[in-house]
């Protein structure tokens, strides 16, 4: 089984700095694309950005040019340095990767658990 396990949540004031790292675990031959999503309080689940193995990268319009993805890939690790944070920044952060095992050769898609990023003064 493959486990995505998210770090780096946490209350910070508008304006300031946080990372957030997942580490992608079990039998891995390649992951393909390594993202992350977020979800506000009765919001539905959005993209923040995203990288494929190759190292393109997609970003939403809400945080481009503030928050930075960039992955390990010897790690299967992917991190998000998230700057000049605001209120509308406040969701659960998610990880999601497309893994490649030899069970699921075309990739499955996995999600991390979440991790809590609170923007308030």
Same mark, same amino acid.
């Given at each position: 089984? #493959?486990? *995505?396990?998210?770090? %780096?949540?946490?209350? #910070?004031?508008? %304006?300031?700095?946080?990372?957030? +790292?997942?580490?992608? +675990?079990?039998?891995?031959? @390649?992951?393909?694309?390594?993202?992350?999503?977020?979800?506000?309080?009765?919001?539905?689940?959005? *993209?923040?950005?995203?990288?494929? &193995?190759?190292? @393109?990268?997609?970003?939403?319009?809400?945080? $481009? %040019? @503030?928050?930075?993805?960039? @992955?390990?890939?010897? $790690?299967?690790?992917?991190?998000?340095?998230?700057? +000049?944070? !605001?209120?509308?920044?406040?969701?659960?952060?998610?990880?999601?990767?497309? #893994?490649?095992?030899?069970? &699921?050769? &075309? %990739?499955?898609?996995?999600?991390? !658990?979440?991790?809590?990023? +609170?923007?308030? &003064?």
């Amino acid at each position: 089984q #493959v486990q *995505l396990v998210e770090s %780096g949540g946490g209350l #910070v004031q508008p %304006g300031g700095s946080l990372r957030l +790292s997942c580490a992608a +675990s079990g039998i891995i031959f @390649r992951i393909n694309d390594m993202g992350w999503y977020r979800q506000a309080p009765g919001q539905q689940r959005e *993209l923040v950005a995203a990288m494929t &193995s190759g190292g @393109r990268i997609n970003y939403s319009d809400s945080v $481009k %040019g @503030r928050f930075t993805i960039s @992955r390990d890939n010897a $790690k299967n690790t992917v991190y998000l340095q998230m700057n +000049s944070l !605001k209120p509308e920044d406040t969701a659960v952060y998610y990880c999601n990767a497309n #893994v490649v095992t030899i069970m &699921s050769p &075309s %990739g499955v898609d996995y999600w991390g !658990k979440g991790t809590l990023v +609170s923007v308030s &003064s």
